[in-house]
């Protein structure tokens, strides 16, 4: 391993030349403004119901929206939510102008596989007498946690957005390019705070939430204002609160208004003020460099990640011939924008000449490392490339542990809990993004917020910043993931500290993602599936930038690149991505994005065998690890009920999660065919209404379980009602595919449903009654017994025993 310090050196400029380090991020400069939210306004889109008097497939459900929207107090996690907000900006950047309420509103839908059906938290308490830790366990449910995905739409198309997302028009997935839609201004990644306390609209500036948005590419965080008061820089403003706000409301600030003047004097360099420019350039004396051969495991050549020919051949001799000599600049902020190589020594100018003109930086793509050399590639070929990201969406799921100075940051474990969680759904919103890999948590390990007098054996990271050193820390944790195993499920493991080493926040082992194991280098050094993230204003980005060592990628181009240097250039002509993406080897601009450089690299890691690729799963396959613990609410092997954490039951004994004695049911779990006194309902009772007269019978208690059969459906086509309505029995319904549509589509008036052949699937298509499209397909689906292609009936969502005629997948006018 490695460690890129950024050390200030009174030695020339020089270039390190090694091929495997270790990830460090730097910690960025400060805020120059912090806004107060104002006018927060949350809606939620009325949710799909479907006749509850049916336990069947939701292929047999005709869903439509009710007619009313939820009460902000009854926000779930798979609600599609619209908030918006005003933020004051002023009219001028930099300037100190009157400022103006600006509104923003985000379009947000439900974060899928963020967490893991069996998700498990760890809770550490220390008893401050003794020093024991005890250790609780309880479930992570997906239903706690109200994580949201979406954008930040135009507000003069809000209106139209919002009503198609009434009519559950299907919209690309969060990963596809949905920026082609005009509307749409940036991402959003948000996490809601608890929203039982809102009554009504009127209670909303009590409403918490934190995230991140983009404008334009311009990147925008979200925090409560005693959240943000806890993890902001020294020097960052202090916002004054709020006094209708019980709790500070919320602040937001734009990455890039950072206070210059007070960043350049804390470095105490020397600084070029251009338009984009907000890092000091070092004095011909000064060098940044990577400390990255204090580590003998980093620089064995021996290790390789990348043997694949056709990588090696994307590091070409002929790469931008014209380009391959030192280029000169008149001006210092401009160094590094181009291809360059370094000049003969018999050049005319001296060296402290040439530095003055050229400031290099190539020795800070060196900071990753792993359990093999980075690839001698800069990825110049594959700059944009998705080829070898997967096709269909993959997960890989995580363990998160958060150690005693990171909860200590943030004063409580359930703050804590709250920080991690927001800041994967950030990240994995972005990797979704990028290479259509999510990343969702299987396991959490939030320590006490007292450091013990010494570590504890079973959790031997956790411990003083004084103690350890970052790099320390990360062997350290990595050989507690080598003997924890992999039976966790875990493809990666992060620790989340307060501990930085000056001012490097994050390191990682680089090429690492589904390592499970422990390697135990020379001088200490323990490798594995690991990477650690200190707190800092911008915490996410910096997770998001190790995480994406630990799947192969390299650092982005800086100043002064050369085309022999191992980073990845902006472009095939442009080497130096000033700093503006996520792998860029210092922090300390804005960053939201990976390169097209960084996706180049990752995909194309992706089809090598250098990488384990085993705990990337598709979702919906993922591995169960259930936590057999009475009080989670499931029903598991060997326990007869559980009522679920902190409810009371007369049928169950909480303790044991079985029966009292005389009871042979629980109406917690079984509520339909289970009566108050524990005990099955009678044979004639009826426990679900038929859904149709015509169509469908009601359901009765068998009198011998608590479980209500199945409704006894009519055969699907039986012709019912009116001769002339052209109406069948569908799933139990008296419907047609007109009448789908009308139901399905009410919100935009659609009235009549595409051909059975214009599809040739069971998605529901209706026609555009705008004549912008001939056809608006929905989320829906036809019922399971609707006609669909030539002959063909709709089962489980499927057209089948029929074909498509036509070539209607070549047209383009479905909306």
């Known amino acids: 391993m490695s460690i890129c310090v950024l050390l200030i050196s009174w030695l020339s400029l020089i270039l390190l030349h090694h091929h495997h380090t270790n990830a460090h991020s730097t910690r960025s400069q400060p805020i120059r403004k912090v806004h107060q939210l104002h006018s927060t306004n949350l809606q939620i889109l009325p949710r799909l119901s479907s006749n509850p008097s049916s336990s069947s497939s939701s292929s047999n459900h005709l869903k439509k929206r009710n007619q009313l929207s939820p009460s902000p107090s009854d926000l779930r996690h798979n609600d599609t939510i619209l908030l918006s907000f005003s933020i004051p900006i002023s009219t001028t950047s930099f300037s100190k102008n009157s400022s103006s309420l600006t509104q923003f509103t985000l379009v947000l839908h439900p974060t899928t596989d963020l967490i893991h059906p069996e998700a498990k938290i760890n809770y550490h308490s220390l008893d401050s007498n003794t020093g024991e830790s005890t250790l609780t366990t309880l479930p992570l449910l997906p239903e706690h946690v109200l994580a949201y995905t979406g954008w930040v739409i135009d507000e003069s198309s809000v209106e139209s957005w919002w009503e198609e997302e009434h009519a559950s028009i299907t919209t690309p997935p969060t990963w596809a390019s949905s920026f082609d839609d005009q509307r749409v201004l940036g991402w959003a990644r948000i996490l809601v705070h608890d929203t039982t306390q809102i009554k009504s609209h009127d209670h909303l500036d009590q409403f918490t939430c934190e995230g991140s948005f983009t404008i334009n590419r311009q990147l925008w965080h979200i925090k409560p204002l005693e959240t943000f008061n806890r993890i902001k820089h020294p020097e960052d403003p202090i916002p004054i609160p709020p006094a209708s706000h019980l709790r500070g409301g919320l602040v937001a600030w734009r990455e890039g208004d950072y206070d210059t003047e007070s960043y350049i004097t804390a470095l105490n360099g020397s600084f070029v003020e251009t338009e984009s420019s907000v890092f000091p350039h070092p004095t011909p004396q000064q060098t940044l460099m990577c400390g990255h051969d204090k580590l003998a495991f980093n620089i064995n050549p021996d290790r390789q990640l990348y043997q694949s020919s056709t990588i090696q051949q994307n590091h070409s001799s002929a790469f931008l011939p014209s380009l391959l000599r030192r280029t000169l600049y008149p001006h210092p902020s401009t160094d590094g924008n181009f291809i360059t190589s370094p000049q003969p ?13 050229i400031y290099k930086r190539s020795s800070l793509d060196k900071d990753i490392s792993g359990s093999s050399t980075l690839p001698s590639s800069n990825f110049v070929n594959s700059i944009g490339s998705t080829e070898g990201c997967p096709s269909q969406s993959k997960v890989v799921f995580m363990g998160i542990a958060a150690d005693c100075n990171y909860v200590s940051k943030y004063l409580t474990q359930q703050d804590a809990r709250t920080s991690i969680l927001n800041n994967l759904n950030s990240v994995s919103g972005l990797f979704a993004k990028s290479f259509n890999i999510s990343l969702g948590i299987i396991e959490m390990n939030v320590q006490a917020p007292q450091c013990p007098e010494k570590p504890n054996q079973d959790t031997p990271w956790n411990m003083a910043c004084s103690s350890i050193d970052l790099n320390q820390r990360l062997s350290i944790f990595s050989q507690w993931r080598g003997i924890k195993g992999g039976s966790d499920g875990a493809g990666l493991w992060h620790l989340m500290t307060d501990c930085p080493s000056g001012d490097e926040v994050g390191v990682a082992w680089f090429g690492q993602v ?15 599936g690991t990477g650690v993230t200190a707190s800092t204003s911008n915490e996410w980005s910096v997770m998001a930038h190790e995480i994406g060592h630990s799947f192969g990628a390299i650092h982005d181009c800086v100043g002064g690149c050369t085309s022999t240097d191992t980073c990845c250039p902006m472009s095939t002509t442009y080497c130096d991505s000033n700093a503006e993406y ?17 996706i180049g690299n990752i995909c194309t890691a992706l089809k090598t065998p250098g990488l384990d690729l085993s705990c990337l799963i598709s979702p919906g396959q993922r591995q169960v690890i259930s936590l057999k613990q009475c009080g989670n609410g499931i029903v598991e092997p060997g326990e007869d009920c559980d009522p679920g954490e902190g409810r009371s039951s007369d049928c169950c004994d909480v303790n044991t999660c079985e029966f009292v004695k005389g009871a042979v049911c629980d109406p917690l779990n079984s509520e339909r065919c289970c009566t108050a006194q524990c005990q099955f309902e009678p044979s004639n009772v009826i426990c679900r209404e038929a859904r149709d007269l015509e169509c469908d019978q009601s359901a009765k208690c068998t009198g011998t379980s608590a479980v209500c059969p199945e409704n006894v459906a009519a055969a699907n086509g039986k012709t019912c009602g009116t001769l002339e309505a052209g109406l069948s029995c569908a799933s139990g319904l008296c419907t047609s595919r007109d009448k789908q549509c009308e139901v399905g589509g009410a919100h935009l008036g659609l009235k009549t449903a595409c051909g059975p052949t214009a599809t040739g699937t069971c998605q529901l298509a209706c026609v555009d009654p705008s004549g912008q499209a001939d056809c608006i397909l929905l989320e829906n689906k036809f019922l399971d017994g609707t006609s669909c292609g030539n002959g063909g009936q709709c089962v489980q969502g499927i057209c089948k025993g029929g074909h498509r005629s036509g070539n209607a997948a070549d047209k383009s006018w479905f909306l």
Do not use: D, L, Q
């Open 514 to 528: 589904c390592v499970n194991g422990a390697v135990y280098g020379t001088e200490g050094e323990v490798t594995s």
């Open 345 to 357: 020594s018999s050049s005319s100018s001296s060296s402290s000449e040439r530095s003055k003109k």
């Open 582 to 598: 996520i792998m860029s080897p210092r922090s300390s601009t804005p960053s939201s994005e990976f390169s097209p450089c960084t």
